[in-house]
């Protein structure tokens, strides 16, 4: 009985040293998946606030856009469905839409789809502050030297439905196609005398002045006027949305 209970208690110590070696090795196993998974997902967050900062204000950026511009290019898409029906927001087929877009003329096409959608996703929850024009000058900086501005422009204008953003997307051809021209010309008055800089003045200068006046004439920014009043800080909004758009279009890139 003596030598029994001895080959049973080893064996439990044997069992027992050994389930525990495998548990150790199974929580080591289980302690890196959930630690690969979390600086996955704290990597990712800290990507979309990155994302979401550029699309507040575009600028440089430190978060992975698969190909260079492509978030600007999925900005400009949801700003142009925006415009199109506010609706749009809340449609997963308008992302899927702007993705579908970056997918046929990004060079890199299937490869970036998901993140198009990732990023179209988080643009829409900004749609209210996003900058066209901001933005513009953005995928333009990104994709220099690449040669496909006039196609990607080209494919932003097939998103725009409706007049408002016809009349967005027309701004936004032509300031990344300058060899672009609408159907019909509107008439732009001088500038210069717009923006209220000298004639000359650098495109850093003109975008200063632009920005400034952008600001102020926004009819987003409008309380308390009448609706004529309202109808000429539009028609003003309009006349230096064009004269910006000239000056960018005639002006070298440094």
């Known amino acids: 009985m003596n030598f029994r209970f001895r080959k049973l208690t080893l064996a439990g110590i044997i069992a027992g040293a050994a389930a525990g ?19 996955e997902l704290f990597s990712q967050l800290g990507s979309d606030r990155a994302a ?29 469905m925006s415009k199109a029906s506010p609706r749009a927001l809340a449609d997963e087929a308008a992302a899927a839409r702007i993705a579908g877009g970056a997918v046929s003329v990004f060079p890199r096409g299937k490869a970036v789809g998901l ?24 995928l333009a900086a990104r994709r220099r030297g ?26 936004i051809r032509q300031f990344l196609d300058p060899g672009y021209r609408p159907p019909i010309p509107a008439a732009v008055d001088d500038p210069w005398k717009v923006l209220g800089i000298p004639e000359g003045s650098s495109r850093e200068e003109a975008k200063s002045a632009f920005r400034g006046l952008a600001l102020m004439f ?27 758009h000239e000056l960018m279009r005639i002006l070298p890139r440094t």
């Open 52 to 80: 979401l900062k550029y699309f507040e204000n575009p600028g440089p950026s430190s978060f992975y856009e698969g190909e260079p511009g492509l978030a600007a290019f999925c900005a400009l898409g949801v700003f142009l």
């Open 218 to 244: 926004h009819p987003d920014n409008q309380t308390g006027l009448s609706a004529e009043e309202n109808e000429k800080m539009s028609d003003s909004f309009i006349k230096i949305r064009e004269a910006y």
């Open 115 to 138: 993140l198009a959608e990732s990023f179209c996703r988080l643009a829409f929850t900004r749609a209210a502050v996003l900058n066209p024009d901001i933005l513009c000058e953005s």
């Open 21 to 39: 070696y495998l548990l150790g090795i199974a929580g080591a196993v289980i302690g890196a998946l959930l630690g690969y998974f979390l600086s």
């Open 146 to 171: 690449a040669e496909d501005l006039p196609l990607l422009a080209a494919e932003l204008s097939f998103m725009a439905m409706g007049r408002a953003a016809q009349q967005e997307a027309s701004y």
